[in-house]
């Protein structure tokens, strides 16, 4: 069993930069593949990145965000950057064990999950 737990969020103007981690428990974390998604207030649960276990990653908005993963650290990072007000959401880190089969576009459906952290709140402020 993984467990996930989010820290990084915050408070932060427009403009700014917020970096998110997700630590994870259990030894087999380089194995698995990892996402950022988010959910705005009556919104649904949208993709934000993806990182599989050999570096592969996958982002909506590359130019702002960039995910990355210390194995020793059992830690998914989420930067982002140049912060917009509609970057406001709560931010859930998600993980997968990672199969080589699986096309990229596996990992940004969030169903595809099966472990998933309590989340943690960002709110960029205009």
């Known amino acids: 069993q993984v467990q996930l737990v989010e820290s990084g969020g915050g408070l932060v103007q427009a403009g700014g930069s917020l970096r998110l981690a997700c630590a994870a428990s259990?030894?087999?974390?380089?194995?698995?593949?990892m996402g950022w998604f988010r959910q705005a207030l009556g919104k649904e649960r949208e993709f934000v990145a993806a990182?599989?276990?050999?570096?592969t990653t996958y982002c909506v908005d590359s130019a702002r965000f960039i995910i990355s993963r210390d194995n020793a650290k059992n830690t998914v990072y989420l930067q982002m950057n140049n912060l917009k007000p509609e970057d406001t959401a709560v931010y859930y880190c998600?993980?997968?064990?990672?199969?080589?089969?699986?096309?990229?576009?596996?990992?940004?459906?969030?169903?595809?999950?099966?472990?998933w952290g309590q989340g943690t709140q960002v709110t960029v402020s205009s």
């Open positions: 998600a993980a997968d064990p990672d199969r080589p089969l699986n096309s990229g576009t596996y990992y940004y459906t969030k169903g595809n999950y099966g472990h």
């Open positions: 990182i599989r276990s050999g570096g």
């Open positions: 259990g030894r087999t974390f380089s194995r698995y593949a």
